[in-house]
Protein backbone atom coordinates (compact mmCIF):
# COMPACT_ATOMS: atom_id res chain seq x y z
CA UNK A 1 0.00 0.00 0.00
CA UNK A 2 2.76 2.44 0.79
CA UNK A 3 5.13 1.04 -2.14
CA UNK A 4 1.91 2.25 -4.24
CA UNK A 5 1.65 5.64 -2.89
CA UNK A 6 5.32 6.17 -3.51
CA UNK A 7 4.97 5.40 -7.21
CA UNK A 8 1.87 7.07 -7.67
CA UNK A 9 3.74 10.68 -6.33
CA UNK A 10 6.99 9.47 -8.55
CA UNK A 11 4.39 9.85 -11.70
CA UNK A 12 2.95 12.88 -10.71
CA UNK A 13 6.41 14.87 -10.12
CA UNK A 14 7.54 13.55 -13.43
CA UNK A 15 4.71 14.99 -15.28
CA UNK A 16 4.94 18.02 -13.54
CA UNK A 17 9.07 18.22 -13.83
CA UNK A 18 7.95 17.59 -17.83
CA UNK A 19 5.54 20.47 -18.50
CA UNK A 20 7.76 23.08 -16.43
CA UNK A 21 9.64 25.43 -19.08
CA UNK A 22 12.68 24.44 -20.70
CA UNK A 23 15.42 27.10 -19.24
CA UNK A 24 16.26 30.18 -21.35
CA UNK A 25 19.55 30.34 -23.54
CA UNK A 26 22.03 31.60 -21.58
CA UNK A 27 23.94 35.15 -23.31
CA UNK A 28 27.25 34.72 -24.50
CA UNK A 29 30.04 35.83 -22.47
CA UNK A 30 31.69 38.95 -23.67
CA UNK A 31 35.34 38.59 -24.34
CA UNK A 32 37.15 41.78 -22.10
CA UNK A 33 37.38 44.83 -24.38
CA UNK A 34 34.94 43.28 -26.54
CA UNK A 35 32.54 46.63 -25.50
CA UNK A 36 35.34 48.88 -26.53
CA UNK A 37 36.29 47.23 -30.04
CA UNK A 38 32.57 47.17 -30.81
CA UNK A 39 32.15 51.44 -29.98
CA UNK A 40 35.20 52.19 -32.35
CA UNK A 41 33.83 49.48 -35.05
CA UNK A 42 30.50 51.49 -34.94
CA UNK A 43 32.65 55.10 -35.34
CA UNK A 44 34.31 54.18 -38.06
CA UNK A 45 31.58 53.28 -39.75
CA UNK A 46 29.80 56.36 -38.95
CA UNK A 47 32.72 58.48 -40.41
CA UNK A 48 32.92 56.15 -43.15
CA UNK A 49 29.16 56.99 -43.99
CA UNK A 50 29.24 60.37 -43.37
CA UNK A 51 32.50 61.07 -45.80
CA UNK A 52 30.56 58.95 -48.48
CA UNK A 53 27.96 61.54 -47.77
CA UNK A 54 29.49 64.76 -47.87
CA UNK A 55 29.66 66.69 -51.06
CA UNK A 56 33.21 66.41 -52.50
CA UNK A 57 35.29 69.16 -51.45
CA UNK A 58 35.57 71.78 -53.91
CA UNK A 59 38.68 71.87 -55.69
CA UNK A 60 39.99 75.69 -55.65
CA UNK A 61 40.59 77.42 -58.80
CA UNK A 62 43.32 78.55 -60.37
CA UNK A 63 44.23 82.41 -59.81
CA UNK A 64 43.76 84.05 -63.25
CA UNK A 65 46.95 85.20 -64.36
CA UNK A 66 47.77 89.48 -64.94
CA UNK A 67 47.16 90.37 -68.44
CA UNK A 68 49.19 92.88 -70.14
CA UNK A 69 46.89 95.19 -72.33
CA UNK A 70 48.85 96.69 -74.91
CA UNK A 71 50.05 100.55 -74.81
CA UNK A 72 48.92 102.15 -77.98
CA UNK A 73 51.40 104.79 -79.12
CA UNK A 74 50.37 108.10 -80.12
CA UNK A 75 50.05 108.55 -83.60
CA UNK A 76 52.33 111.08 -84.98
CA UNK A 77 51.14 114.63 -85.10
CA UNK A 78 50.76 116.03 -88.43
CA UNK A 79 51.74 119.64 -88.97
CA UNK A 80 50.92 121.34 -92.32
CA UNK A 81 52.70 124.64 -93.51
CA UNK A 82 51.15 126.91 -95.50
CA UNK A 83 53.23 129.14 -97.22
CA UNK A 84 51.45 132.42 -98.67
CA UNK A 85 52.93 135.04 -100.74
CA UNK A 86 55.09 137.62 -99.29
CA UNK A 87 55.29 135.94 -95.96
CA UNK A 88 57.85 133.14 -96.86
CA UNK A 89 59.22 130.48 -94.77
CA UNK A 90 60.14 131.59 -91.28
CA UNK A 91 63.16 129.53 -89.34
CA UNK A 92 66.35 128.13 -90.80
CA UNK A 93 65.76 126.67 -94.25
CA UNK A 94 67.22 123.16 -94.49
CA UNK A 95 68.05 123.20 -98.11
CA UNK A 96 71.38 122.47 -99.85
CA UNK A 97 72.82 123.66 -102.93
CA UNK A 98 72.15 127.27 -102.18
CA UNK A 99 73.21 128.91 -105.75
CA UNK A 100 73.16 132.92 -107.04
CA UNK A 101 72.51 131.17 -110.48
CA UNK A 102 73.64 132.81 -113.84
CA UNK A 103 72.04 134.21 -116.64
CA UNK A 104 71.21 131.01 -118.37
CA UNK A 105 69.60 129.98 -115.17
CA UNK A 106 65.97 130.51 -114.48
CA UNK A 107 66.16 132.20 -111.70
CA UNK A 108 69.79 133.98 -110.90
CA UNK A 109 71.46 137.24 -109.02
CA UNK A 110 74.21 139.43 -108.30
CA UNK A 111 74.80 140.80 -104.73
CA UNK A 112 76.41 143.62 -105.93
CA UNK A 113 76.44 145.25 -102.33
CA UNK A 114 76.24 144.63 -98.15
CA UNK A 115 75.51 147.08 -95.44
CA UNK A 116 76.91 146.93 -92.98
CA UNK A 117 80.07 146.31 -95.01
CA UNK A 118 81.03 142.61 -93.45
CA UNK A 119 83.05 142.69 -89.79
CA UNK A 120 81.83 145.66 -89.37
CA UNK A 121 82.14 146.16 -85.16
CA UNK A 122 79.00 146.64 -83.41
CA UNK A 123 78.03 146.92 -79.58
CA UNK A 124 76.13 144.43 -77.84
CA UNK A 125 72.11 145.28 -77.73
CA UNK A 126 72.38 147.50 -80.94
CA UNK A 127 69.88 148.10 -83.23
CA UNK A 128 70.54 148.34 -87.12
CA UNK A 129 69.61 148.02 -90.33
CA UNK A 130 71.23 145.31 -93.05
CA UNK A 131 70.91 145.84 -96.87
CA UNK A 132 71.56 143.77 -99.60
CA UNK A 133 71.98 145.36 -103.62
CA UNK A 134 70.77 142.53 -105.70
CA UNK A 135 70.50 142.36 -109.30
CA UNK A 136 68.31 139.97 -111.75
CA UNK A 137 70.43 138.21 -114.13
CA UNK A 138 67.85 135.15 -114.55
CA UNK A 139 65.43 134.57 -117.46
CA UNK A 140 62.33 134.95 -115.54
CA UNK A 141 60.67 138.33 -113.99
CA UNK A 142 60.68 139.01 -110.28
CA UNK A 143 56.92 139.48 -108.98
CA UNK A 144 56.48 141.20 -105.28
CA UNK A 145 53.24 138.99 -104.77
CA UNK A 146 55.35 135.42 -105.43
CA UNK A 147 58.25 136.27 -104.52
CA UNK A 148 60.21 136.65 -100.53
CA UNK A 149 63.84 137.24 -98.85
CA UNK A 150 64.17 134.88 -96.06
CA UNK A 151 66.37 133.86 -93.12
CA UNK A 152 68.19 130.83 -94.57
CA UNK A 153 70.94 129.84 -91.75
CA UNK A 154 73.58 131.26 -89.11
CA UNK A 155 73.14 133.42 -86.62
CA UNK A 156 69.76 134.72 -85.54
CA UNK A 157 70.27 138.02 -85.77
CA UNK A 158 67.09 139.27 -87.16
CA UNK A 159 63.81 140.70 -85.68
CA UNK A 160 61.13 139.12 -88.51
CA UNK A 161 62.44 135.75 -90.63
CA UNK A 162 60.98 137.22 -94.20
CA UNK A 163 59.83 139.70 -95.77
CA UNK A 164 58.41 139.92 -99.47
CA UNK A 165 60.80 141.91 -102.28
CA UNK A 166 59.95 145.73 -101.93
CA UNK A 167 58.85 145.26 -106.20
CA UNK A 168 59.27 144.08 -108.84
CA UNK A 169 61.92 143.07 -110.71
CA UNK A 170 62.75 142.18 -115.02
CA UNK A 171 65.81 140.81 -116.39
CA UNK A 172 68.82 142.85 -115.63
CA UNK A 173 66.87 145.53 -112.92
CA UNK A 174 68.34 146.22 -109.19
CA UNK A 175 66.37 145.45 -105.80
CA UNK A 176 67.71 146.75 -102.23
CA UNK A 177 66.67 144.31 -99.63
CA UNK A 178 66.39 145.44 -96.23
CA UNK A 179 66.28 143.85 -92.91
CA UNK A 180 65.88 144.57 -89.06
CA UNK A 181 68.77 143.38 -86.84
CA UNK A 182 69.86 143.71 -83.76
CA UNK A 183 73.58 142.63 -82.28
CA UNK A 184 73.78 140.36 -79.55
CA UNK A 185 74.48 140.66 -76.19
CA UNK A 186 77.62 138.57 -76.32
CA UNK A 187 80.53 139.45 -77.46
CA UNK A 188 81.87 137.81 -80.98
CA UNK A 189 81.44 137.04 -84.49
CA UNK A 190 78.54 136.43 -86.08
CA UNK A 191 77.16 135.47 -89.66
CA UNK A 192 73.94 135.59 -91.00
CA UNK A 193 72.51 135.00 -94.25
CA UNK A 194 69.20 135.60 -96.39
CA UNK A 195 68.15 133.95 -99.76
CA UNK A 196 65.22 134.69 -102.32
CA UNK A 197 62.36 131.81 -102.57
CA UNK A 198 60.27 131.57 -105.34
CA UNK A 199 58.14 128.76 -105.41
CA UNK A 200 59.87 126.97 -102.47
CA UNK A 201 63.32 127.73 -104.86
CA UNK A 202 65.74 128.71 -102.64
CA UNK A 203 68.62 130.71 -104.64
CA UNK A 204 70.57 134.47 -104.53
CA UNK A 205 72.94 133.59 -100.82
CA UNK A 206 73.09 137.35 -99.36
CA UNK A 207 75.39 137.10 -96.14
CA UNK A 208 76.61 139.62 -93.19
CA UNK A 209 79.36 138.99 -90.71
CA UNK A 210 79.47 141.43 -88.13
CA UNK A 211 81.90 141.77 -84.62
CA UNK A 212 79.70 142.54 -80.98
CA UNK A 213 82.28 144.27 -78.81
Known amino acids: MHRNKLL ?24 PGAINTYIVQTADAASTQTAVAAPATETPSATPKPTF ?52 VIAPRTDFEAKWGVKN ?21 HKVASYSIPKGAETGKNVFLTVDMEAFKDRGTYTTQWALNVDNVYFCPMTLTIVVK
Request: glycine residues 10%.
Open 8 to 31: IWLGALALVMACLPTAGTPFPTLA
Open 69 to 120: TETTSPSPTITFVFILPGLGVPGTATLSGLASGTSSSKYGCNVFSTEPANNT
Open 137 to 157: IGKETWYRATMDYVFYSGAKL
